[in-house]
Nanobody
Framework: QVQLVESGGGLVQAGDSLRLSCAASVRTFTSYTMGWFRQAPGKERECVAAVSSGGTFTSYADSVKGRFTISRDNTKNTVYLQMNSLKPEDTAVYYC????????????????WGQGTQVTVSS
């Protein structure tokens, strides 16, 4: 069983920054591709960022490219999503996910999911 615990969400104003963290309780963290999805009310979950198991390769949705950065610290079993220049349309519940598959960019298929953390960006 893989446990993912997210934190760092909150209420911010447009233009602000947030850093989301996802702590993974797993013995082989380096075996997993990691990613972040988000889901706004009435919308399907969409993958916004993915990072390979070693942290070398990343992919971003066009909507967040240049503003968001995904990274991981394999010594801490933690993946991050640095979100800069936040916009109201970024408002969503953000979910951390771990995948057993290799890195396929935004085609990431999550096998394990965190509980989600709310990000609200006011205009």
């Amino acid at each position: 069983q893989v446990q993912l615990v997210e934190s760092g969400g909150g209420l911010v104003q447009a233009g602000d920054s947030l850093r989301l963290s996802c702590a993974a309780s797993v013995r082989t963290f380096t075996s997993y591709t990691m990613g972040w999805f988000r889901q706004a009310p009435g919308k399907e979950r969409e993958c916004v960022a993915a990072v390979s198991s070693g942290g070398t390769f990343t992919s971003y949705a066009d909507s967040v490219k240049g503003r968001f950065t995904i990274s991981r610290d394999n010594t801490k079993n933690t993946v991050y999503l640095q979100m800069n220049s936040l916009k109201p349309e970024d408002t969503a519940v953000y979910y951390c996910t771990a995948a057993n598959s290799g890195f396929t960019g935004l085609r990431l298929r999550g096998d394990y999911w965190g509980q989600g953390t709310q990000v609200t960006v006011s205009s």
